[in-house]
């Protein structure tokens, strides 16, 4: 479609800003042709009518859709543009801190200015082996790339790393080279790497130096080549250095310094090696304070001099050549200090004795006299003479600077030769990377000649990139069969003609250097005669004559000429030169001779350089018989040459590019200025490389990307089964200008904007998908809302209908009811009325009689009281004026008795509380709290003393008491005789007065005293309440405390507790990481010892070198010098050594016993054979006779003479075939005596193996051929003789022939039928053999059938099911059916070694009882002997031996058994077919009898050899995971016999007591089982290993990229670099690849028997692997974050778990390794808006850290328009939340994490007795005990 119709309303747009540069807009109106006017709506809130240009009529620029916004790649983006650009680079950085950015083959990096955490080695591990597109942009990426383009290509690469002052150019490369070095490592160990690493200190310290743009600005360029060998390996560098800034050696700007290494030294100064220098502050020296920013912020100086000297050790300068080397760079600041004083206008001196140039002169070993004179004085020389002119002192100033810089530059040269001399390699390089760190495109406000020279540079290398990125557009054109017209681009070749060709502004600078009276001015004036108004690039300022301007590709410089002849003449005086050059000082003449003169302090040669040879920026010098006319080569022309050799390089290598991007000149991090990124992304060409995609088809998708993405734009009808016609079809609709696209043939080419159309069409057709599904939803759910309201509407009617009905049936009710009520309650009331009236009249009668009455009555009554009154009170007064006079008179008696109570009560109190009482109590008050309980004491017991005053005075009370009541009663007594004796009252009355009044006083006194004794009693309660208080109050502190001490006590146990739990965790950490340390370091030692074993090979390999005439060995013997082989050829352990041309003198006594050890044996079997001759020609005498005696009865011993015949023909045979063969034994061994006939390997020796064999073979048939003959000799004995005699043989046969009689006939007849009866018998037990036969073929005849039903009905039921489940079930069958054979082939084979060894069992018996037989038949039996029984052949049974459970084997034999059962066991066929663990039961069982002959060096060798081998076979095979696994398995399982059997009560408690007698009881191999462990540890680490070499490819493709929910996600659209596609192609992996995968796992670690505890390790380390480098992949891919991605996740995470379930491993700690992966799944799937979603997402990532949790949400990214961003306040809040979460600031988990492993011991129920080895092992030659 045409451009304009993009132009609608609500379409995006930017327009020009002059602060922002582009702005964003939106049209309120769609644009039609002929429009001048735009209006737009700014994201600010105002309106803009936006002007068009009447003469281009341009429209402004498009703004992409909001999803294609931050892309990794800037060419995925639909519309190319400098706004777009710039949007996307801002929304990276700022937004989602990204700094790198893809822009086709242009990695352009934005400098942070803060230290980011993607640098680390793990996140060089994730880069290593991705493709460049499948990764998030980083420099990593690049240097990946460019690595294996040179492995994959054979072509060398090259690294361009350019940008502005500060923008990070340096420190790219640093980091590239710092991958190159970690990824490759190094042929040797001579650390390379860490060479080619530590070159960077030196060089940044000598040639960096901070500027107003930045604290580390490099001040020259550096080309650094990195080679390798053919494994691709680093080997070696080389350094090349262009144009150094040597002004600012004499010259520092303001806020600038001088290069870091002056510095250094100052800071530095108080070192006691320093001393001699004579430094100090960096303010002292003139060279160092002119900037006046002697320090940067941050820096530590004296720490970095001491990295400098570091890397100076490491690279091989010896530590006299660096104090060399400061004594120079001392030498140029003292040299600084130097003053001159003028005498006139053309003359000037310098003060006597000047110290500064007398430290000099002492550091650099020259002359003072000397030096000061040609300081201020210049030889001058012409055609005859030679002057001495003075100069001035402005001259011999800049002299001064011009040799100081002089001398700087030859030190930097000299610096820079010896660390290229370091780096070098005697090697010869294969290939190597470049790293171009060289200055981007400078403008300042004054330019000169520095600046003219950097520029010139960057035009160079902007029109390589020119060419390079058209060259690639072409080739992908025609790759894809594309038609492609010539894109127009920049080409900057005339403005490189304006500088370096003929007549150029170079070769004309050059020129006028060579006039005698050459200036500034005049080479101004013959530039613009030569170029100005013919060259449309060259221009002259208009009010300058010393200045010209250039046109560059990114913009125009004016340069100012003054200072450009001086610079690029870069001259010093000559005597000066020599001057130094006399120096005492060694090391300084080096650096004024020729490079090939010059000392290394490496003692490196310079052969074998990199073809590519080092060019300095600085003046080179010529032959040494050259004249003075040396320093007259000219900078520039010297610059320009090494720009020409650098350019051929680069074209000679594929070039890769990084421009480094400066965001703001004040270096705040991640603060984006436009401005200056506009002017940073124009001049380094990345606006060009959009220039040249845009004019093409910038935009390009696989087709089966374009499928997925927009399928939704297609009708079904429009799918076809093949995709590219599909979306041929699909695009010819969509797109109707055929122009606007192309199809090639992998991929559809798209120009600029039609990807943007494309996803508004798909977006439009999302969009009114969700409208049509929100329309029918809403209507849905209103017409449900309708039915439901009227439902209830009708419900709602019905109920109040019938609720007013009842309420006008209850009103009707209720109306009636009040008329009958009303009239009642009316007659009710006037009835009522009525009887209240009549009552009423009643009640007031009633009452105003009753009043009259009561008032009568009261009148009366009143006069009645009255008189009552007067009598009352008269009686009252005269009362009352009694009661006075008595109480005075009481009241007098009281006072007084008071006053002598008081006294007496004083005086108690004065003997109650005495003086000293008073003192003690005094005393005890001060020392209270000290003796508390002592006054306790004291006051309980002055309360006992007071409870016994108490008690006397009771006592004393009681008394009184009984004396007054004696009193009473004699008193009472009177008063009874009174009574009686009335007479005498008169007399008696003045006895009774005095006896009242003794009683008053009585009374008194008692009242007193018990006035006083309660008084007393009060106070003693007091006292004892106080007491008791004071008791109660001390019982509270000492409860009080008593609770203190439980609370902290209770507090203290707490605290240990807690204590106690803390430091058993941070123990069992401890645990964990010194488990981990030691584990790691066995890897390193297992490493380690693996190269060790590389290197004795390779020595082995060097000194056997062979010699000439030196005759090769079979190939097929191994040697007699290894120790163990792994050769398949040798079928057993008797192998046959090498033979050497030289015979040992050690082999032959060796062959010789041998030879007579069989000659022995030969012996003995001539014997034995003699022996059995002998016995048969005894037996055939015999036959004979008695054949020639029983001539008369043929019939009857006919058939067994002829089988004894038979037999003796045969024995006579054999005999003469085994005499015959040793006749031939005798012969080979007489015809051959040399040394080597007896040697194994020789005919002779050969031979006598044969022929031991085969007589061993015959001697067994001979043996089992007597017996039989034996037998059949008894049988026929018992068939002649009779039953109740036996005789002689000779007395049988003479009666035999006497047989005369009948009854001797019929004795012959029955003996006759006896040997028919046996023979019959004999006949009837074959016929029932056979007939067992025949029923066994019958029943295998009849399962024959059923299996033949059984296969049909599985067949018939197969053929229902549907295909892959016919499949499966066949396989499942025919797998039951191989497991079913495959054990009653076990059992076959078991059975038939049982019945082998019973056999070999039995012969050996027989052979001993043939011995015993042999030598009874010797004896002659007696004629007259009688036996009662008849003799029967005897078969002796052989008693079962009880096993021991141990293996016997010969010392010689040791290597045979440790090759059959170790080095050449194949796993596979053992786990089949062999119980679990069987070699290690074997190698115990060996061991055990070891140690119960005590041989301590059998038990130590077998041992030694078993660990050795098992390292041996897993070097060998160590990737093969079922090797490892299986020598894992039976490790463990031999380390947990030696447990289990050792004897250690821990060890036996799950023992049976037959076990326990198994236990060793010799030897304790405590120390074997430490060295079993590490190398179990070691296998579990290998294993590790390989399990993650298997996993690690499937991981990402399966878990990240890999849709298992089809159709979740769609593809976005992508850049140049493709990433890898998220369809499953038949060679992707899936997450069904990975489950099979730990299906195989743990099928064959269970089928070898590894235990439980140890599998859950393995796959706990298995899923930690899984859950690491997928996490780590998804932080480190943009695109892999969103919405549908964490669905994928989730649900593959949830898959796994499902296998774990299955295979009950869901406690093994496996699902909590996954849990930081589930977390970032839910991250990504989880609101991202509010507060509170916040806070749940800091509550529920545990598991992440702050970092990757950042991370995560600034990388996600919406695949649809319908999601939304994470906000940067969303992020930052994030980040408060986190900001006291204290976790690792490391952003990637580390993938090589190895949990450290344990081995819990796990005895075997297994009997080790019952154990039998199979044949199939070879392990014949040991036998069980």
């Not at 797109?735 to 992998?746: A, R």
């Not at 299996?1347 to 079930?1369: D, S, Y």
């Not at 191999?1565 to 070499?1589: C, F, G, H, T, W």
Request: proline content about 3%; aromatic content about 8%; hydrophobic content about 35%.
């Amino acid at each position: 479609m045409a451009a304009s119709e993009l132009y609608t309303k609500f379409a995006r747009v930017w327009i020009p800003d002059p602060e922002e540069v582009w702005k964003s807009a939106e049209l309120l109106k769609d644009y039609k042709p002929g429009d001048k006017v735009l209006l737009l709506h700014l994201e600010e809130g105002k309106e803009l009518e936006y002007r068009l240009d009447p003469k281009t009529k341009e429209l402004p620029h498009l703004r992409n859709p909001d999803i294609l916004v931050g892309e990794n790649d800037l060419t995925a983006l639909s519309y190319l543009h400098e706004p777009a650009v710039l949007h996307n680079l801002r929304v990276r950085f700022i937004d989602s801190k990204l700094i790198y950015t893809y822009c086709g083959i242009v990695l352009v990096a934005i400098n942070p200015y803060e230290q980011l955490p993607i640098y680390g080695e793990d996140i060089i591990n994730a880069y290593s082996g991705q493709n460049m597109g499948d990764m998030d942009p980083h420099i990593f990426a690049v240097a990946e790339e460019a690595y294996k383009q040179m492995a994959r290509d054979e072509r060398n690469q090259s690294i361009i790393v350019s940008g502005e002052s500060g923008a990070g150019k340096t420190v790219s490369a640093k980091y590239a080279m710092r991958y190159f070095a970690t990824v490759s490592g190094s042929a040797s160990e001579a650390n390379v790497e860490e060479k080619v690493l530590a070159s960077n200190p030196i060089m940044e310290s000598i040639g960096n130096a901070k500027t107003t743009r930045n604290d580390n600005s490099s001040r020259f360029g550096k080309y650094i080549e990195i080679g390798f060998d053919k494994r691709y390996r680093i080997i070696g560098a080389n350094m090349r250095t262009y144009l150094l800034e040597k002004s600012r050696v004499v010259f520092q700007a303001e806020e600038e310094r001088n290069y870091h290494i002056f510095y250094q030294l100052c800071a530095s100064a108080k070192l006691p090696e320093f001393k001699m220098l004579r430094l100090g502050n960096a303010n002292h020296f003139h060279y160092t304070k002119q900037g006046g920013s002697p320090v940067i912020e941050g820096v530590d100086d004296a720490k970095e001099m001491a990295h400098t000297r570091q890397a100076c050790s490491l690279l091989g300068i010896s530590e006299s050549y660096q104090m060399g080397i400061f004594r120079i760079l001392a030498g140029i600041l003292h040299l600084g200090n130097v003053g001159f004083t003028s005498r006139d206008s053309d003359s000037c001196t310098i003060p006597p004795k000047h110290e500064p140039l007398s430290i000099f002169c002492d550091l650099m070993g020259v002359d003072y006299e000397e030096m000061c004179h040609w300081l201020c004085h210049r030889k001058l020389a012409t055609a005859t003479e030679t002057y001495i002119k003075p100069i001035s002192k402005l001259q011999a100033t800049n002299a001064r600077d011009a040799l100081s810089k002089h001398i700087y530059a030859k030190l930097f040269n000299w610096i820079v030769d010896h660390v290229n001399q370091a780096l070098h390699s005697a090697v010869k390089q294969h290939s190597f990377i470049g790293v171009l760190d060289i200055y981007g495109f400078e403008t300042f406000e004054i330019n000169s000649f520095e600046q003219f020279c950097i520029n010139y540079a960057n035009e160079k290398l902007q029109q390589q990139f020119n060419m390079h990125v058209f060259k690639l557009e072409q080739e992908e054109y025609m790759k894809e069969q594309i038609p492609w017209t010539l894109i127009d681009f920049y080409d900057n070749q005339p403005c490189i003609n304006l500088i370096e060709s003929k007549l150029g502004i170079l070769d004309l600078l050059d020129e006028e250097c060579k006039m005698p009276k050459g200036t500034d001015d005049t080479w101004a004036q013959k530039l613009y005669n030569t170029h100005l108004n013919k060259c449309a690039l060259f221009e002259k300022p208009r009010l300058s004559n010393k200045a010209f301007i250039i046109q560059h590709f990114a913009d125009k410089v004016e340069y100012q000429c003054e200072g450009f002849l001086e610079k690029n003449k870069d001259t010093v005086f000559e005597e000066q030169i020599k001057v130094l050059k006399s120096s005492k000082f060694k090391m300084l003449p080096e650096l004024f001779q020729d490079d090939e003169k010059a000392i290394s302090p490496t003692s490196a040669t310079s052969s074998g350089r990199t073809p590519l040879t080092r060019l300095s920026a600085k003046p080179t010098k010529g032959r040494p018989g050259q004249t003075a006319k040396e320093h007259k080569k000219t900078v520039g022309h010297q610059f320009r040459n090494s720009l020409h050799l650098l350019m051929e390089t680069l074209n000679a290598t594929t070039p890769h590019y990084v421009r480094c991007i400066k965001p703001n000149d004040f270096k705040f991090p991640f603060t984006f200025d436009e401005k200056r990124a506009v002017q940073q992304l124009r001049a380094c060409g990345v606006l060009e490389t959009i220039r040249i995609s845009a004019a093409g088809f910038p935009s390009r998708w696989t087709y089966q990307e374009f499928f997925s993405r927009y399928r939704v734009l297609m009708k079904q009808k429009d799918v076809l089964s093949d995709r590219k016609q599909t979306c041929k079809n699909v695009l010819e609709k969509l797109i109707l200008d055929k122009d606007k696209y192309q199809f090639g043939k992998t991929k559809i080419f798209f120009r600029a904007g039609q990807v943007a159309y494309l996803e508004k069409l798909r977006a439009d057709k999302l969009r009114a998908a969700c409208i049509r599904i929100q329309k029918t939803i809403r209507g849905w759910l209103q017409r449900k809302k309708y039915l439901r309201m009227r439902k209830a509407a009708v419900t709602v009617q019905r109920y109040v209908r019938g609720y007013q009905a009842r309420c006008y049936t209850k009103f009707l009710r209720r109306t009636k009811a009040a008329t009958i009520i009303q009239k009642y309650w009316r007659m009710y009331v006037v009835c009522r009325k009525y009887r209240i009236t009549r009552a009423a009249t009643i009640v007031l009668q009633s009452y105003l009689r009753g009043y009259l009455a009561r008032n009568r009555y009261r009148r009366i009554l009143r006069e009645h009281k009255a008189v009552i009154i007067q009598k009352w009170v008269r009686g009252w007064l005269a009362r009352t004026c009694y009661k006075k006079t008595m109480h005075a008179i009481i009241y007098l008696q009281c006072c007084f008795r008071r006053m002598m109570a008081k006294r007496e009560l004083k005086k108690l109190k004065i003997e109650a509380r005495s003086v000293e009482r008073y003192k003690k109590l005094h005393i005890g008050m001060e020392n209270k709290i000290m003796q508390l309980q002592r006054k306790v004491d004291e006051q309980n017991k002055d309360y006992k003393c007071l409870m016994e005053k108490l008690t006397n005075l009771e006592g004393v009370y009681n008394s009184e008491t009984e004396k007054r009541r004696s009193d009473l009663e004699r008193l009472q007594l009177s008063e009874e005789e009174a009574k009686v004796a009335t007479g005498r009252v008169l007399s008696l009355q003045e006895e009774i007065a005095k006896l009242r009044k003794d009683l008053e006083q009585t009374r008194s006194e008692k009242k007193s005293i018990e006035e006083r004794a309660d008084k007393y009693k009060q106070e003693t309660e007091q006292l004892v309440s106080d007491l008791k208080e004071e008791n109660t109050l001390l019982k509270q502190e000492k409860e009080a405390l008593n609770h203190l001490i439980v609370e902290q006590a209770k507090e203290m146990t707490e605290t240990m507790e807690k204590k106690l739990v803390e430091e058993t965790k941070q123990l069992e950490l401890d645990l964990n990481d010194e488990r981990l340390r030691y584990q790691n370091l066995l890897n390193e030692f297992s490493r380690l010892e693996e190269r060790y074993d590389d290197l004795k090979e390779e020595m082995t390999l060097m000194v056997n070198v062979p010699k000439p005439g030196h005759k090769r060995t079979d190939s097929t013997h191994s040697s007699n010098e290894s120790e163990y082989t792994f050769s398949s050829e040798i079928a057993d352990t008797e192998d046959i050594p090498l033979r050497t041309e030289e015979p040992s003198e050690k082999k032959v006594p060796l062959d010789m016993s041998l030879f007579l050890k069989l000659q022995k044996r030969v012996t003995e079997l001539e014997q034995e054979k003699q022996m059995m001759q002998d016995e048969l020609d005894r037996k055939e005498e015999q036959v004979l006779r008695s054949k020639a005696k029983e001539e008369e009865r043929p019939q009857i011993r006919g058939a067994e003479l002829e089988y004894e015949s038979l037999k003796r023909q045969e024995l006579e045979s054999e005999n003469k075939k085994l005499k015959n063969e040793l006749n031939e034994l005798r012969k080979a061994l007489s015809e051959k005596s040399a040394p080597e006939v007896t040697a194994p390997g020789a005919p002779a020796y050969r031979v006598l193996m044969e022929q031991l064999t085969s007589v061993s073979e015959e001697l067994d048939v001979r043996k089992e051929e007597v017996l039989i003959l034996r037998s059949q000799l008894v049988s026929q004995k018992e068939a002649i003789q009779p039953k109740n005699t036996m005789t002689d043989s000779t007395i049988l046969l003479e009666d035999v022939q006497k047989m005369k009689d009948k009854g001797e006939i019929a004795q012959a007849y029955i003996g006759l039928k006896e040997t028919n009866r046996l023979l019959e018998s004999q006949l009837q037990s074959q016929k029932r053999s056979h007939e067992n036969e025949a029923e066994a073929l019958r029943g295998e005849i009849q399962s024959l059938k059923e299996e033949n039903n059984r296969q049909q009905q599985l067949l018939a039921q197969n053929l229902q099911l549907p295909p892959e489940a016919r499949i499966e079930a066949s396989l499942q069958h025919e797998i039951t059916r191989l497991t079913n054979e495959n054990l009653d082939l076990m059992e076959q084979l078991e059975k038939q070694d049982k019945t082998v060894r019973k056999l070999k069992k039995q012969l050996k018996v027989f052979a001993k009882k043939i011995g015993e037989l042999e030598v009874s038949q010797t004896e002659s039996i007696s004629p007259g002997q009688i036996i009662d029984e008849p003799i029967r052949p005897v078969n002796i049974p052989r008693k079962e031996k009880d096993f021991q459970g141990m293996l016997e084997y010969k010392k010689e034999d040791e290597q045979k058994l440790v090759k059959n059962l170790i080095l050449e066991l194949k796993p596979r066929g053992v786990a089949v077919n062999l119980i679990p663990g069987l070699p290690a039961y074997i190698l115990f069982m060996c061991v055990r009898h070891a140690d119960y002959l005590n041989d301590d060096q059998k038990v130590r060798s077998l041992l030694t050899s078993t660990i050795n081998s098992i390292k041996k076979v897993l070097k060998k095979r160590g990737d093969d995971f079922e090797t490892v696994s299986f020598w894992l398995s039976n490790t463990c399982r031999f380390l947990h016999c030696l447990k289990q059997y050792s004897g250690e009560e821990g060890f036996m408690k799950h023992n049976t007591s037959r076990q326990n007698e198994h236990c060793l009881t010799n030897f304790d191999l405590a120390e074997y089982r430490q060295v079993l462990s590490d190398l179990a540890i070691q296998i579990y680490q290998q294993l590790v290993r390989v399990l993650e070499n298997i996993l690690q490819p499937m991981i990402v493709s399966g878990m990240l990229e890999h849709e298992t929910i089809q159709g979740v996600s769609g593809v976005k659209p992508t850049g140049l670099r493709k990433r890898t596609s998220s369809i499953a192609d038949e060679g992707t992996y899936t997450l069904d690849s990975i489950l099979r995968q730990l299906n195989s796992f743990h099928s064959v670690m269970c089928q070898h028997g590894m235990d439980p505890e140890l599998i859950k390790q393995v796959v706990k380390q298995m899923f930690y692997i899984v859950g690491a480098i997928t996490l780590n992949n998804l932080l480190l891919r943009k695109d892999m974050c969103s919405w549908s991605k964490g669905m994928q996740i989730r649900y593959n995470v949830s898959q796994l778990e499902e296998w774990l379930r299955d295979k009950n491993l869901m406690n093994s700690g496996a699902k909590e390794t996954l849990e930081p992966l589930i977390q970032a799944a839910q991250l990504l799937q989880v609101k991202k808006k509010t507060d509170d979603d916040a806070e749940a997402i800091c509550s529920m990532c545990n598991a992440l850290t702050t970092a990757q949790i950042v991370k995560v949400l600034n990388l996600y990214t919406p695949v649809n328009e319908f999601e939304e961003r994470v906000s940067v306040s969303f992020i930052r809040t994030i980040q408060m939340r986190l900001r006291d979460r204290k976790d690792s600031p490391q952003l990637l988990m580390d993938a090589k994490h190895i949990f450290p492993v344990t081995f819990p011991f796990n005895p075997s129920s297994l009997a080790l007795e019952t154990i039998q080895i199979p044949a199939s092992l070879g392990l014949g030659f040991i036998s069980r005990v």
